[in-house]
């Protein structure tokens, strides 16, 4: 109780300085934030789920690898889940109506699929409460856990209470924010299923792969970000929530690229950009999501590369940020594969391990086999199935992984997340990337792979920029 009020007056300076105490499961901390010369600065940290966290009852010793190997089968599920989400949006922009409901009875409404690996949190003011939310690139509505609850998970934060809120309102059923929404809970779902006299509420139901879900209704109130007020926010009020995986968190922020996410809500503010950089997953570091365009606020070592978003025409093409990946090069060397001339990637806050079509994995994997051909090979992990064994060994040369993206743009990955350590004793270090199943499928750049950049995103300016960046909240 101590610490949530140090939370709450905290938050009423100027620049907020909110810190807590770890302790505690679900490894969610009441984060920092402030303005500067226009831009807003919120601290971001790893979220360990309190489901992965070894509790009291969980032996301590518990190897990294078991823990690893279900977020990393999570992550998989993620991206298969993408991956379905992808093609609805994708047939129903072609105008296959009737395709695109069947996709969407049978993938009810998957947003941001599994939380396990939603891993990056922030705190946001909403109404006259805080609320820490889990930031994901590739969900729409911004929703958090409302009272009266039905059923709740966890949370670290009070419950949001609407009838605590003056500036609370429901969204009607027939206000241009429910079409949006509409729109984002794919063909085939209603938000006014139970439309009537009565109860003209505009109600939403996302539900995530692993049987997690959030419905509630459609509401609008006043977000706080660093001190400044979007006023009428909308958001979804959840009544009903199940998840595990959302340990200690209050909900979700939706940063996609659609009418009734985060960055088209606060157009006003802050331009359509906003930008983060991820840090890395030891506990103690911290990085920022910085909404707003203004480069100062950034702490970029080298200077900002943009490259051009891929966009669909028309309104369905989905929350997802597209790119144009022409090649990859390992150790200097480029790989070759026709798949380039082509090469639609999105690039995911939420998914872990970048996921590529086999072709162009197979490629890439071969040139990693062959630079490192000295080292022994060791067991598959999980989803990653190229792995070494360097135990005992002084130095490795670990090649460089660099994706090139439309307009000769070169992003070189941080040399930490070329390499996955699965245990201490460096007796199974694999290749930090993944197959997809089919050549149809869309390959996802993850968050493994994104760590030590600033990765902007000018949905205005339809381009995504990169700078590498030692990520921490300053
Ligand atoms: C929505 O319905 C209400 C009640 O029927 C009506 O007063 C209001 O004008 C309608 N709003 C819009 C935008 O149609
Ligand atoms: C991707 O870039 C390549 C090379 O510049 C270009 O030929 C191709 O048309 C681009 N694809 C898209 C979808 O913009
Ligand atoms: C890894 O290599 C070391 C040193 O060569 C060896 O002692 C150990 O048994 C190997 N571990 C595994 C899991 O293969």
Known sequence: MARRRACVAAAAALIMLLLLAGGGGGGVHCLRSRTESGSTILELRHHISSSFSPGPNR?????????????????????????????????SSEGEEEEASKLALQVPITSGANLRTLNYVATVGLGAAEATVVVDTASELTWVQCQPCESCHDQQDPLFDPSSSPSYAAVPCNSSSCDALRVAMAAGTSPCADD??????????????????????LARDKLRLAGQDIEGFVFGCGTSNQGAPFGGTSGLMGL????????????????????????????GS??????????????????????????????????????????????????????????RVIIDSGTIITTLVP????????????????????????????????????????????????????????????????????????????????????????????????????????????????????
């Open 59 to 91: 032996p301590s010793k518990t190897s990294r690898g078991e823990v690893d190997g279900g977020v990393l089968s999570s992550d998989a599920a993620r991206v298969s889940s993408l991956q379905r989400r992808i093609e609805s949006y994708r047939s």
């Open 359 to 474: 072709s162009v994995y197979n490629a890439v994997r071969a040139e990693f086999l062959s630079q490192l051909a000295e080292y022994p090979q060791a067991p598959a992990f999980s989803i990653l199935d190229t792995c070494f064994n360097l135990t005992g060994l002084k130095e490795v040369q670990v090649p460089s992984l660099k994706f090139v993206f439309e307009g000769s743009v070169e992003v070189e990955v941080d040399s930490k997340g070329v390499l996955y350590f699965v245990s201490s004793d460096a007796s199974q270090v694999c290749l930090a990337l993944a197959s997809l199943k089919s050549e149809y499928d869309t390959s996802i750049i993850g968050n493994y792979q994104q760590k030590n950049l600033r990765v902007i995103f000018d949905t205005l300016g339809s381009q995504i920029g990169f700078a590498q960046e030692t990520c921490d909240y300053i």
């Open 286 to 343: 911290s990085g920022s999501l910085v909404l707003g365009d203004d480069s100062s606020a950034y702490r970029n070592s080298t200077p900002i590369v943009y490259t051009a978003m891929v966009s669909d025409s028309g309104p369905l093409q989905g929350p997802f940020y597209f790119l144009n990946l022409t090649g990859i090069t390992v150790g200097g060397q480029e790989v070759e594969s026709p798949w380039f001339s082509a090469g």
């Open 256 to 283: 996609g690229r659609s009418h009734v996410s985060l960055v088209s809500q606060t157009m006003d503010q802050f331009g359509g950009v906003f930008s983060y950089c991820l840090p890395m997953r030891e506990s």
């Open 196 to 217: 009537n006299e009565q109860q003209p509420a505009c109600s939403y139901a996302l539900s995530y792969r692993d049987g997690s879900y959030s419905r509630g209704v």
